[in-house]
């Protein structure tokens, strides 16, 4: 275990990187900035209390923090980088305050563990595989605002049985629902115009009782819009 002392106001890069024995760190509420790859690695370590100073967490900051089984990011973030939370394997719960505005690649993939997160109103970005290989998520809801969904960012979310998609999204990504075996049903019937389609990986592994609901002005192009066309069959017009 470590204590930080109260005059140290930043924690620079790679400071505790492979500390694999590491439990336990106690971080000073002087602290406002945490560079990236801070605790990457850092296997053994159980719990850590973020400083209400802090405003970004940087990329990589615990990734393979393996027996990290909770943590709260404190008002004042303002974004998670990328693999921020990578591979958190016990993580079963988290709290991402309203202020988040970003959330970076990859950086909730594979946290096997976590079975409910809630994504703030603020957020307007969501990166590629944000939330890959989360086997335990079983809903979430996607704020008005975010615009894109990007390339996997479910992908294997194996649990996932509802999600709710913001009439704001215009384009969704390759294999961004691939894999969500249990989702009985995509809710599009507040669109207004039908959102671009990476390709036909999307829903890829979709589920045989699965219905994707769309405007019924729309359901016909829909239909046969550019890679839509592959799941013409499971759409409903309301």
Do not use: H
Request: glycine share 6%; proline share 5%; hydrophobic share 35%.
């Amino acid at each position: 275990s470590i204590t930080i002392p109260n005059g140290v106001t930043s924690i620079g890069d790679n400071a505790f990187q492979y500390c694999y024995s590491l439990t336990s760190v106690t971080i000073p509420n002087n602290v406002i900035s945490m560079g990236k790859d801070v605790f990457n690695y850092c296997y053994s370590l159980g719990s850590i209390t973020i400083p209400n100073g802090v405003t970004s967490i940087g990329d990589n900051a615990f990734q393979y923090c393996c027996a990290l089984t909770n943590i709260t990011i404190p008002d004042g973030v303002t974004s998670i980088g990328s693999r921020a939370f990578s591979s958190c394997y016990s993580l079963a719960n988290i709290t991402i305050p309203s202020s988040v505005t970003s959330i970076g690649s990859s950086a909730f993939s594979s946290c096997y563990s976590l079975a409910n997160i809630t994504i703030p109103s603020n957020v307007t970005s969501i990166g590629d595989n944000a939330f890959q290989y989360c086997c335990a998520l079983t809903n979430i809801t996607i704020p008005d605002g975010v615009t894109s969904i990007g390339n996997n960012v479910f992908f294997g979310c194996r649990s996932l049985t509802s999600i709710t998609i913001p009439s704001s999204v215009t384009s969704i990504g390759s294999s961004a629902f691939s894999e969500c075996y249990p989702v009985r049903q995509y809710d599009f019937s507040t669109f207004t115009t039908i959102p671009t389609l990476a390709n036909t990986k999307a829903f890829n592994g979709i589920n045989t009782n699965c219905i994707i609901k769309v405007p019924n002005a729309l359901l016909e192009n829909w239909k046969t819009a550019t890679n839509w066309a592959t799941y013409a069959d499971y759409m409903v017009g309301v």
